[in-house]
């Protein structure tokens, strides 16, 4: 059975940091690449991070550059979202996602796979 399990939010402080986990079964991992999204109340779904099928490939928007690192580890299947320096507009539902495609993207609408999320909040 195909899988995304997204694990580790939770109520943060702002300054804080968090590191979500996003762990896949029934497909072919190694043949994907990987992004992070997220939602807040009321918003659009928006591309955050994307990492390669081979972790080569990175990219970031610019709302989180400096402050997320993503990170993969295919052994384990399994790819990290570092949250560092978190801010209230951070707070959302963080959802993994992957793709078939070559490369790394943030678009959602290229995505295979959805993990169904894990809500971060960042709340003092």
């Known amino acids: 059975q195909l899988q995304l399990v997204e694990s580790g939010g939770g109520l943060v402080q702002p300054g804080g940091s968090l590191r979500l986990s996003c762990a896949a079964s029934?497909?072919?991992?190694?043949?994907?690449?990987i992004a992070w999204f997220r939602q807040a109340p009321g918003k659009e779904r928006e591309g955050v991070l994307c990492?390669?099928?081979?972790?080569?490939?990175?990219n970031y928007a610019d709302s989180v550059k400096g402050r997320f690192t993503i990170s993969r580890d295919n052994a384990k299947k399994t790819v990290y979202l570092q949250m560092n320096s978190l801010k209230p507009e951070d707070t959302a539902v963080y959802y993994c996602?992957?793709?078939?495609?070559?490369?790394?993207?943030?678009?959602?609408?290229?995505?295979?796979?959805w993990g169904k999320g894990t809500l971060v909040t960042v709340s003092s």
């Open positions: 990492i390669s099928s081979s972790g080569g490939i990175t």
């Open positions: 029934g497909f072919r991992f190694d043949g994907n690449m």
């Open positions: 996602a992957a793709s078939t495609i070559g490369g790394c993207s943030r678009y959602k609408n290229l995505m295979n796979y």
